[in-house]
T-cell receptor
Framework: ETGVTQTPRHLVMGMTNKKSLKCEQHLGHNAMYWYKQSAKKPLELMFVYNFKEQTENNSVPSRFSPECPNSSHLFLHLHTLQPEDSALYLC??????????????FGEGSWLTVV | GQNIDQPTEMTATEGAIVQINCTYQTSGFNGLFWYQQHAGEAPTFLSYNVLDGLEEKGRFSSFLSRSKGYSYLLLKELQMKDSASYLCAVRGGGATNKLIFGTGTLLAVQP
């Protein structure tokens, strides 16, 4: 139990579907992140939120739409995805987006398969 | 460009010592992290180095040389449960908490 909970753990969706991934952190942190983990590739940062405000969009295609209603919850809305978007999507949180002694804690991820 | 290099796979024997190396080239440096990730689970934080030298935490130690752009994770008294992927990540320059990850080293501990 890392204090960061993601649902669903597994999701299979068609290319025309609309689905959402949910993340909740119980650590009292103010910053939340979405990362993508594909086989044989490094974790890629997608989005960063600090106090509910988006501070980073790492050139992510618009078919991925994040939402952060408060500092404890983060969503990733998915629509018209491609098969190459199949990956493990990891949510993470940290105390803030600053650099001073700021460890990032990850959830267990949502395995997404696009068919 | 920014680059983190670590071996793809390593094999070691239960009870032994293994060293996983990581070299990095990044624009700026604000610390290096090691994470452990078991298959199907969350990456979990192991260690953080921002100054040169060795940080020891139980069976795990991590070393950093900023001048060489080099770190290693040392695992002692290996146990079967240490079989996992080990991720090296660098916090680059600037004022934000952005980590650049390597592809990870898959460690297999054999009896």
């Amino acid at each position: 139990e890392t204090g960061v909970t993601q649902t669903p753990r597994h999701l299979v969706m068609g290319m025309t579907n609309k689905k959402s991934l949910k993340c909740e952190q119980h650590l009292g942190h103010n910053a939340m992140y979405w990362y993508k983990q594909s086989a044989k590739k490094p974790l890629e940062l997608m989005f960063v939120y600090n106090f509910k405000e988006q501070t980073e969009n790492n050139s992510v295609p618009s078919r991925f739409s994040p939402e952060c209603p408060n500092s404890s919850h983060l969503f990733l809305h998915l629509h018209t995805l491609q098969p190459e978007d199949s990956a493990l999507y990891l949510c993470a949180s940290s105390q803030s987006t600053g650099i001073s002694g700021n460890t990032i804690y990850f959830g267990e991820g949502s395995w997404l398969t696009v068919v | 460009g920014q680059n983190i290099d670590q071996p793809t796979e390593m094999t070691a024997t239960e009870g032994a010592i293994v060293q996983i190396n990581c070299t990095y080239q990044t624009s700026g440096f604000n610390g290096l992290f090691w994470y452990q990730q078991h298959a199907g689970e969350a990456p979990t934080f192991l260690s953080y180095n921002v100054l040169d030298g060795l940080e020891e935490k139980g069976r795990f130690s991590s070393f950093l040389s900023r001048s060489k752009g080099y770190s290693y994770l040392l695992l002692k008294e290996l146990q079967m449960k240490d079989s996992a992927s080990y991720l090296c990540a660098v916090r680059g320059g600037g004022a934000t908490n952005k980590l650049i990850f390597g592809t990870g080293t898959l460690l297999a501990v054999q009896p």
